[in-house]
């Protein structure tokens, strides 16, 4: 009788125990590829940059991950190179946060390559990504000090744009050739308004195409065109007629100095922009009030 329950007990002990156990190989074994510049970042910042054997080839940080093989393009996995490293390596994971062309995702099920794809292009789907890689890696403690992270940069945002007396429209201007600009809905005009700022472009699309002419009817208080990996932005407008009659020009309010990857990129970097943009907006709400 007493063997029969010791027997019972030690089954329902491994019934219990062998799920943990199995999860935490699958943890140990896992290895990433990520097709996403932003989701590569964050798998550094939370520690797994060992964990990671593939990149895009549009994901440039940090310098390390430059040293990685590449896997595709931006959103466009190539499935044969993936099944064939899946042969080395059982415990591949893809991450994506969209994929081209539409029946990729079938393809890849066919292979039986797994793969998570799902957005990342907000502040609240980049909360989500840090939850999900935090619980597949068992990294869950640098998951959570990641959203702290966040949570602490983002109330100060929020606290310092309060302050604002008087607030600025902003167009921000995302690329030249054609001319494209960020409308509401869009990540530029969610980061705007968090701080203190208000988007010029209203009634628009989240990102649309305008024209020089536009612009200057629009004429915003100041234009934000980021640098994009070293090229000014700024200079395919400054020969056009309209440049010198903008009031932003006119009044040295061009923000062009912050690299482009550290606000347009949902990423750990996003932030520290965000940070870094409301400095150049309202400089006045970073000063201590004088004693």
Partial sequence: MMNRFRKSVLACLLFLVLPV?????????????????????????LGLGDRMIARSSVCDWPKEVLKLPVAGDYARANPEWLA?????????????????????????????????????????????????????????????RELERVDSILAGIRARAETVKTKKRVLWILGTEPLVAAGPGSLPDTVLCATGAVNAAENTAP????????????????LILLNRHGTDMATP????????????????????????????????????????????????VFRRPEK
Avoid at 89 to 94: A, K, V, W
Avoid at 212 to 220: G, Y
Wanted: aromatic share 10%.
């Fill in 21 to 45: 156990l199995l999860f935490a190989a699958e943890q140990e074994n896992l290895k990433i590829v990520s097709l996403s510049p932003g989701l590569t970042e964050l798998v550094w910042a």
């Fill in 84 to 144: 064939v490293r899946k042969r080395q390596d059982p415990g591949l994971l893809l991450i994506v946060d969209e994929l081209y062309p539409a029946d990729t995702e079938k393809v890849l099920s066919e292979l039986q390559i797994p793969f998570r794809n799902m957005p990342c292009r907000t502040i609240a789907d980049y909360r989500i990504w840090v939850r999900y890689l935090g619980d597949i890696s068992g990294r869950t403690d640098a998951a959570k």
């Fill in 207 to 222: 990102y649309f195409r305008t024209s020089a002419e536009w612009i200057l009817k629009t004429d915003p208080d100041v």
């Fill in 237 to 284: 407008l400054e020969g056009h007629p309209v440049w010198g009659l903008l009031r932003a020009n006119r009044t040295g309010n061009v923000i062009r100095d912050i690299p482009e990857d550290e606000l347009f990129r949902p990423g750990p970097r996003l932030f520290e922009g965000m940070e870094k943009l409301q400095k150049a907006l309202y400089p006045e």
